[in-house]
């Protein structure tokens, strides 16, 4: 068995504690929360670059560093035992954004050692093609997708890779998703 993981939100808290640690640094550094906020809204639908957002308010570059750092135990760990679980050769990380930034939180994080590739795509519907090239490669194996947005589930040609199987990731612990694995 194949185990496909997305990175943000699924095995690395980013949205509920990365952007917190992100707005307090700007504050730190003289931006108000609600003008940088006001500002993450209005660029946040593009892929989002850290480094290109803190360049907008003139902070010091070191805030990129400092929020890389704090954030390393973001980790989701109860996924992290499950993947530790799991021989390495089985798991994969399909992840969405920009690829430097990526790579920089998931070797923060140390997940780069526990997976035996990482694929980050740029273009937002690319994950249908990598995850379809596993599929392929592997079809005499099941492969399970776990993402935490359901939009990367909709094209994902079912029919002609039925070893695929799609778990949307809503915080749910491992045992849990272990049961939603086992179906």
């Not at 660029?43 to 850290?50: A, E, H, M, S």
């Not at 799991?86 to 992840?95: A, D």
């Not at 592997?138 to 359901?150: A, S």
């Amino acid at each position: 068995m194949k185990y496909i993981f997305d990175f943000d939100d699924v095995l690395f808290y980013n949205t509920k504690r990365l952007k917190e640690i992100m707005y307090m640094h700007l504050e730190k550094a003289g931006v108000p929360r609600n003008i940088s906020e006001a500002y993450y809204k209005t660029v946040r639908t593009n892929q989002f670059r850290l480094k290109d957002f803190l360049r907008h308010f003139s902070v010091d570059e070191s805030i990129y560093e400092k929020i890389l750092e704090e954030s390393k135990d973001f980790i989701n760990e109860e996924l992290i035992i499950l993947i530790k679980k799991i021989k390495k050769e089985n798991c994969y990380i399909v992840t969405y954004g920009d690829k430097e930034q990526q790579l920089d939180k998931i070797k923060i994080t140390g997940v780069e050692a526990l997976v035996s590739r990482i694929i980050i795509t740029e273009d937002a519907y690319s994950k249908k093609e990598t995850v379809e090239e596993i599929c392929a490669k592997y079809k005499d194996e099941k492969v399970i997708f776990i993402d935490d947005k359901v939009q990367y589930f909709k094209d994902l040609d079912f029919k002609k890779y039925p070893n695929l199987k799609t778990i949307l990731y809503t915080g749910q612990n491992a045992k849990k998703l272990l049961e939603e694995i086992n179906k």
